[in-house]
């Protein structure tokens, strides 16, 4: 169907559609396209059919009301032209047109344009069925407040970090939420990635416009506020096709977070856990440059593994730095983890540590000088 010649409307006031299942992206532009034809007031879209439009593109948000097969919304449009101009992450940079390098990334962001006026935002981190991660938390707050960021850093944590934890992470600089943990429905009993949906409590956070979810594992090494400037979803690739949950933006929203609960049952996650879900309930995601989360793997032809230039983030997989040895990647010790295994990476994360308090250094309980 031809989109109609907006330039013959005087007013755009509702938009009515049939549409099918996970539709809706036309919708969206002719929404946005109407806009730039002078139509600046508010508009209301209508689809009928069953099960709505695409829910990463119209926000449950923005819902009015649902009667059946009749779904009303009114959409935010600075936040819907975003999301259409940006391209899908599955195949190009969300910001391509300007070339990636140091000095690059405030411009592209100041392109893009702020779509929430004075938005409050946050750094969160997960901390939930064991205390193993609690180093790597205290690692990453002080990484990131020595990029001089001006976020909130807020730490979900479930009852297994103990009080004497608690306290050592708000020394750290975390403001501290207590949560109940969510088991991952179609993971293994007492596996790794068992509770890893606890993860989707971030949505929750609603007091945030908009936070930057980063996983303990990880240390910042750049200034990243401006990626803020991203609509959800946004992430970098883990491999061609499929986002990295390691660092990614999200809008928090408690019928989004209800919405998720929900398809959690029905959404087959290819690993089990919270990547694999994600990955299935935002097929809509826009892809930030690999150095926003650079994980630590190496292919069989780089053999050098060293630390590339311009990183913004460093995401630690295999065994963790602390629970290696100061001057030595334990992931070289092992045939099957030496393609996690760096020394300059290593030492990166050793740097963050020498730089915390002394009283905060004994929480890295397994760290071998």
Known sequence: MPMPKLEEYSKFDVVVSRVPCGSGVRMANLVVNARKHGNNQPTYVVFIGSCGPMWEIFRCDDLLMHDGEVWIYKPDLRRLKQKVIMPVGTCRLALPYVKQGDGKI??????LGSTIDNPREAYVTVLHSSEDYVCGAIALARSIIHTKSTKDLVLLADESITKKSRQALRAAGWKIKRIDRIRSPQAEKDTYNEWNYSKLRIWQLTEYDKVIFIDSDLIIIKNIDDFFMSPQLSASSN???L????????????CTFDMLMQKRHTLVSYNGGDQGFLNEAFTWWHRWPKKSNLLKI???NDTKHELPDSVYAIHYLGLKPWMCYRDYDCNWDSLHQQAYASDTIHKKWWEVYDSMPKKLQKFCAWISE
Do not use: H, R, T
């Open 243 to 254: 986002f990295n949950s390691g660092v990614m933006l999200i809008e928090p929203s408690q």
């Open 106 to 111: 405030k411009y592209m962001f100041a392109e």
């Open 239 to 241: 491999d061609k096709v």
């Open 298 to 300: 190496f292919d069989g």
